[in-house]
């Protein structure tokens, strides 16, 4: 499968503790995103890489949340002490910068904080 | 905020028929739209998308109209099938810093239900 992954597609967790999610984009795309869906919502940025760069940051995310791609292929999504409001699907998608600039998605990480 | 909306939150079909799925939006600026489909459980699948100075593309049984005057668009899918009920949703996308286009910003999309 050459599309994009996202590790684990589900997680379980209590209130404050930390999640870790993963994203794997197609592998020739430069850029990166994040973003996040509540139940019957579209998906809410939440912010993008292009290569290393984090080039935009949401206000959604908080303080709590930190993401990085140092390698510029993978990145993480990290969450410290999750909240039950965190509880959504996190979603990846990658893309070219230039050019053919489609966002192709990942299946998702779905997060439940009790 | 700028936000990208739909008119119907619903769209219930029987198998064969043509579905049309509306889309309005607010930020003048924007210059590319996309159509997704999402179903149960999965992430949004890229169905088509236009950008600004177009105002119809076709591709294979779906049609995207634009409307820059109202800012309106359309997604038109022809003899729909039980394997398109999802969810739909438009997203727009503006050129960022004149050079590339950054992030999307989806409407709540439209839930299509196709009868068999």
């Known amino acids: 499968d050459t599309g994009v992954s996202q590790n684990p597609r589900h997680k379980i967790t209590k209130r404050g503790q930390n999640v870790t999610f993963r994203c794997d984009p197609i592998?020739?795309?430069?850029?990166l995103y994040w973003y996040r869906q509540t139940l019957g919502q579209g998906p809410e940025f939440l912010t993008y890489f292009q290569n290393e760069a984090q080039l935009e940051k949401s206000r959604l995310l908080s303080d709590r949340f930190s993401a990085e791609r140092p390698k510029g292929s993978f990145s993480t999504l990290e969450i410290q002490r999750t909240e039950q409001g965190d509880s959504a699907m996190y979603l990846c998608?990658?893309?070219?910068?230039?050019?053919?600039?489609?966002?192709?998605f990942g299946p998702g990480t779905r997060l439940l904080v009790l | 905020g700028e936000s990208v909306g739909l008119h119907l939150p619903t769209l219930s079909v029987q198998e064969g028929d043509n579905s049309i799925i509306n889309c309005a939006y607010s930020n003048s600026a924007s210059d590319y739209f996309i159509w997704y489909k999402q179903e149960s459980g999965k992430g949004p699948q890229f169905i088509i998308d236009i950008r600004s100075n177009m105002d119809k593309r076709q591709g294979q049984r779906v049609t995207v109209l634009l409307n820059k005057t109202v800012k309106h668009l359309s997604l038109q899918i022809a003899a729909t099938q039980p394997g398109d009920s999802a969810v739909y949703f438009c997203?727009?996308?503006?050129?960022?810093?004149?050079?590339?286009?950054?992030?999307?910003?989806f409407g709540q999309g439209t839930i299509l239900t196709v009868h068999p």
């Open positions: 997203a727009e996308n503006t050129m960022a810093g004149g050079t590339s286009y950054g992030k999307l910003t």
């Open positions: 592998s020739e795309h430069n850029r």
């Open positions: 998608a990658s893309s070219f910068s230039r050019g053919q600039e489609t966002q192709y």
